[in-house]
């Protein structure tokens, strides 16, 4: 899924961080899971993984790509009847598609006849959640899918804070599920669906706590809306949305983390609530936090005083491509991690 801050491409710079600073496996938490895609090669690679974020969404890609150890026999043809059902008229087909009549609006994020699939798909997965037709690890499996499927066809520039005024070439497939496979691990994994240092306290003692908090203000409930809404569902409640672009109302899985001023408290209160033996750190140097005022944080925190600290340059993220108009001033960004010792 195209996510702001997703780290597939730095997992290498983080697991190599690890081991070269001979941390040995264990148990860890993933404070800001977003994606999953750390908690995940942390799993793979051995480890017990505890992981948290305070959206739905992210908690169903916990549940599907970390927790779930196995898939039911007939997993790929329950994702192929789903993605075969005939076009439903649903919530997403109302108000994130260029349907016509009432107060349908052309939000042009999802051609009408993805719209109706993807409508239909998530309705009937959730009937069969409630008939007991599918497991819990195979209903994560499959709705993660379907989330992942409609951001394949979704016509953004890879964030849902606005659309697209014509169809990009992506948007015209045909939306599509296909479930990942699930990663059997040597221990169990664990997903919370809360703010990281409520998690910190309810899972207590672990080897490392992996903290990679948002940078700055954008809100990823705003963001990411619609995978929202498709993880939360509206068979049993419709969600209020508001505005141009359908953003979900109310204060449900906003972060006191995007706010600059207090993120230095946040940061002090996560790392004096977490039992981990050691804290990895991800920063991103267009961050909140200058790298020195962090350094010097964590160093407060570290019961040696010490704060070791690698970086590596990457690509940065983009969600349009250059053109007349618009121009980035700069085509990279650097990480930074952080790794110190607790206690």
Known sequence: ???????????????????????DVGSAHDAFAGTASVSRALKENGWRVHSSDLLMSSYVLQRAYVVAES?????????????GLPPREGFITRHFSPATGDTRASRMYFTPENAGRIDAAREELEGWRKAGKVGADDYYLLLAAIIEGADRVANTAGVYASYMKRWQPNAKRPFDIVPEKPIKGAQ???????DATDAAKRIGEVDLVYIDPPYNSRQYVAYYHIPEILARGWTDSAPAIRGKVGLLAGSEGRSQWSHGRRVKKLFSALLAATGARQALVSFNSEGHLAPAALQSLLAAASVDGKVSHFTQSYRRYRADSEREGRHYHRDTAL??????RLR
């Open 1 to 23: 899924m195209r996510y702001i801050g997703n780290k597939t491409r730095l997992l290498p710079f983080i697991l190599r961080t690890l081991r070269r600073s001979g941390i």
């Open 71 to 83: 898939a039911g026999r007939n997993l790929e043809e329950q994702a192929s009847e789903l993605a």
């Open 188 to 194: 169990p994994a664990e997903a919370h669906l809360m």
């Open 335 to 340: 990480e930074h991690l952080y790794l110190v």
